[in-house]
């Protein structure tokens, strides 16, 4: 009896991903106190870990067959991919902000902890929806959950709320955007449904090239791709530890993954494809040298990893340039790169409550497997060997010189040159100067709560020496841009 | 005899709805005040909304346009009252030179 329910679980597992985090979010908001709340959407993010994973494994070798479950949803490889990848970073960010509940102020914690499932559940909704009106839709649901997820830190420093308004009316523009961009696809290649995209006959390129840009564009608005991304710094400068696990971490993961499904499903169009390719060429370029060099700049920790991140977008979008499914693998692998480092830098500083590059002054004595977890998260920011960030770096180079994109190659090499200086900056401050100021952290038991930041500073490492795994799924995804059939 | 034109309203609307697109993200981007710049998304989202229109999108996409449009509406101005408790100012100006202060504070200490 119970097989047949797991059996019945695994068929509509898309629809569990989705549907798991906003009961989670219901939960939230009576189950009392915040500890109590933290308990139970880490379980709830566990359990959706567990679901996607499971699905994504079976999707992607082919073993588990895909439900048609209805015509709101339509699975492809990069969107099992990204949704896996995004329940796992959910449910590692959900556990790991255990430790400063508090800093969001005890009666904010469930409201956060709700606003960011429904941040998961949104962004899993726009990489397994099954039309662009529905991605749009979901889209809008996990930035306006982000918003409100800024806007609650506004109990503790003010400038939350100006950062969550910079946030709206960027966003704000971006759907604009991303609606009228899906109004002139559709109406081009007369379809919005992702099962006919890939096989549709565009029958006004102009019109199509331009909904599509639009719709790219849009999201890159979402994903913090420069110089689209002045909502990022006044977001997160000031930021709690949930503000950036929700936003910093699994909103830009989102962001980018759904840019990349989108990406997948237009330049399939051959009419179209070469205008997109050089759109995203264009925009990954301008976002890898700008982000290296805000990044440089920085003197606030958390935005300099927002500013790293931005950087490391460029480096997605240049690989989805490609439009090769080379590209589309390395762009995965750099997807998860992001997401560890991305975890193990804000969630090393989070863990000592640290927010200005200053304060991590002797940090390694005071904290040494934060400072741990921090090293691993900047050694692959930098693209160094045996890193994770270095494997997605050099699959990028490999496919840009395949195609004669020398430039790209170059463009890697200043992002990685960058990475050096201000993540050899962290590690300096980190391991060779004084400590000027006591650890502000949590401790006793509550340095549990530091377990799945290691995880992601681990995961950074152990994916550098052994890759196979990841490359093969993100290579059997790349494979299946089209969809999954049932 | 003149045979009559057949005219298509369609290619006019849709023109008319992305100048309202345009014209709402410039708002929405370029001025200062927070009420502006909700009035410039309001905009930008009808303009949208009304491309999908003049399109021939779906119904649903209609309505998933109108229920955004709502829900940013709502949050934006909720956030205005906050801005306006918070610093006793609603203008990008005024917000970004006091969280400037702050942030000069803030590295002294």
């Known amino acids: ?486 | 005899m003149i045979t009559p034109t057949v005219v298509s309203l369609e290619p006019v609307l849709a023109a008319g709805a992305i100048a309202l697109v345009i014209i709402g993200a410039l708002a929405a981007l370029l001025l200062g005040n927070a009420i502006k710049r909700l009035a410039g998304l309001l905009i930008a989202g009808f303009g949208a909304i009304a491309a999908l229109a003049a399109l021939g999108a779906s119904d649903g996409a209609l309505i998933i346009g109108v229920a955004v449009l709502f829900a940013q509406t709502a949050i934006g101005v909720a956030l205005v009252v906050r801005l306006q408790e918070a610093y006793g100012a609603v203008d990008a100006s005024d917000i970004d030179a006091a969280d400037a202060d702050s942030d000069v504070q803030d590295r002294a200490l």
């Open chain 1, 1 to 486: 009896m119970s097989a047949a329910y797991i059996d019945l679980a695994r068929a509509h597992a898309p629809l569990l991903l989705i549907v798991m985090p906003l009961i989670g979010a219901a939960l939230m908001l009576v189950s009392g106190p915040a500890r109590l709340s933290w308990f139970v959407a880490g379980l709830v993010a566990s359990a959706g870990a567990f679901v996607a994973v499971d699905f994504a494994l079976g999707a992607l070798t082919g073993a588990q067959p895909v439900a048609a479950v209805g015509v709101m949803l339509h699975v492809d490889g990069i969107g099992a991919f990204a949704a896996a990848l995004l329940a796992v970073v959910a449910a590692l960010t959900i556990w790991g902000a255990g430790a400063t509940l508090k800093d969001s102020g005890g009666a904010a914690a469930p409201l956060a902890l709700a606003l960011m499932l429904c941040v998961t559940a949104g962004w899993t909704g726009a990489l397994l929806a099954g039309d662009l009106g529905s991605i749009i839709a979901a889209v809008e649901t996990a930035w306006l959950a982000g918003v409100g997820l800024v806007a609650v830190n506004a109990s503790r420093d003010r400038a939350a709320l100006n950062g969550a308004l910079r946030m709206l009316s960027l966003g704000g523009v971006g759907f604009a955007l991303m609606l009228l961009g899906a109004a002139l696809f559709a109406r081009a290649a007369g379809t919005s449904s992702m099962e006919s995209l890939a096989l549709a006959r565009i029958e006004a390129p102009g019109l199509a090239s331009a909904g599509a840009a639009l719709m790219i564009l849009g999201l890159a608005v979402k994903a913090g791709v420069a110089p689209l991304h002045a909502w990022g710094a006044a977001a997160l400068g000031r930021s709690t530890s949930m503000v950036t696990f929700g936003v910093g971490a699994l909103g830009m993961l989102g962001a980018l993954a759904a840019m990349s499904r989108v990406a997948g499903y237009v330049m399939a169009a051959p009419e179209i494809g070469e205008g997109i390719q050089a759109a995203l060429a264009g925009l990954g370029g301008v976002s890898v040298v700008v982000g290296s060099v805000q990044a440089v700049g920085a003197r606030n920790l958390l935005r300099l990893t927002a500013y790293a991140g931005v950087s490391q977008a460029g480096c997605v979008l240049l690989s989805l340039a490609l439009g090769s499914p080379a590209g589309f693998a390395a762009a995965l692998v750099q997807l998860v790169a992001f997401a560890a480092a991305a975890l193990a830098l804000y969630g090393g500083a989070s863990a000592g409550r640290v927010q200005t590059v200053a304060m991590l002054d002797g940090y390694a004595q005071r904290a040494p497997l934060a400072s741990t977890a921090i090293t691993a998260g900047a050694l692959s920011l930098m693209g160094a060997p045996l890193t994770i960030g270095f494997l997605g770096r050099w699959r990028l180079v490999e496919a840009g010189v395949g195609a004669g994109w020398w430039w790209a190659a170059g463009l890697i090499i200043i992002a990685s040159l960058a990475g050096v200086f201000y993540g050899g900056r962290l590690i300096e401050r980190m391991y060779f100067r004084r400590a000027n100021s006591a650890y502000a952290g949590e401790g006793g038991v509550w340095r549990v709560a530091l377990g799945p930041v290691l995880v992601a500073a681990i995961a950074t490492i152990a994916w550098g020496l052994a890759p196979g795994g990841l490359l093969r799924a993100a290579t059997s995804a790349s494979l299946m841009l089209g969809g999954i059939s049932p």
